[in-house]
């Protein structure tokens, strides 16, 4: 049962230290998404890459968040500091365009983060 | 950038009876899809339908179909004979071509009532 799969479920954290969320897609999915979930926002798009190249970073504060793919079965965010205003669910998504193109997105269960 | 909006944050319904959950976007898109993904208390994001906006008939699945309006740019779903396990929230969401940009909208929460 193919499935993607988030690390940590569940993280709290004090502000100022730093949190890596891992994500690891469903093998031979080329795409992933990252997404963060709040209740004021709903689902913002944060980043997503092809062939573990960036291909839209916009939706990411820049200047305390990080993503990248060290690997085509790996993909982190990372927030250096973390604030509390970044607690919310974390979710990443992988899927590959195929030939019909009509692709789908599959969701991992998310991390959900707590930042005091 | 496009962008999905849902204007009802909450909408309650009635066991067995109809409700219509409204999405509009912004897009210089032609060509692209729509979905509706639903999710409930476990947090688990579960796609309930797609539509292609080059196809002018519907999707429809089971219970679920859409009133797709590309001129509009509306994309309204309902779902029939509700279920209390459709209570969730709902979001809907924009895609471009071959799996790029995917943006949902902030969503509606949905309860279904006994």
């Known amino acids: 049962d193919a499935r993607v799969t988030q690390t940590p479920r569940h993280k709290v954290t004090e502000m100022g230290q730093e949190v890596t969320m891992r994500c690891q897609p469903i093998l031979g999915h080329n795409t992933v998404f990252w997404y963060r979930q709040t209740m004021m926002q709903g689902l913002e798009l944060l980043a997503y890459f092809r062939n573990r190249a960036p291909l839209d970073d916009s939706g990411m504060p820049k200047d305390r968040f990080s993503a990248e793919m060290p690997d085509a079965t790996l993909a982190t965010l990372k927030i250096q500091p973390s604030e509390p205003r970044d607690s919310a669910v974390y979710f990443c998504a992988s899927g590959s365009p195929p030939a019909e193109d009509t692709g789908e997105l599959f969701f991992g269960e998310g991390s959900r983060l707590t930042v005091l | 950038a496009q962008t999905v909006t849902q204007s009802q944050p909450e909408m309650s319904v009635q066991e067995a009876e109809t409700v219509t959950l409204s999405c509009t976007y912004d897009?210089?898109?032609?060509?692209?899809?729509l979905f509706w993904y639903k999710q409930p208390p476990s947090r688990q994001m579960i796609l309930v339908i797609r539509q292609e906006a080059y196809k002018q008939q519907n999707a429809t699945e089971n219970r679920f179909s859409v009133n797709f309006q590309k001129a509009a740019k509306s994309f309204s779903l309902k779902i029939s004979d509700s279920q209390l396990g459709d209570t969730a929230m709902y979001f809907c969401a924009f895609m471009k071509l071959y799996l790029n940009d995917m943006r949902f909208g902030a969503g509606t929460r949905l309860t279904v009532k006994p």
């Open positions: 897009t210089s898109e032609n060509n692209y899809y």
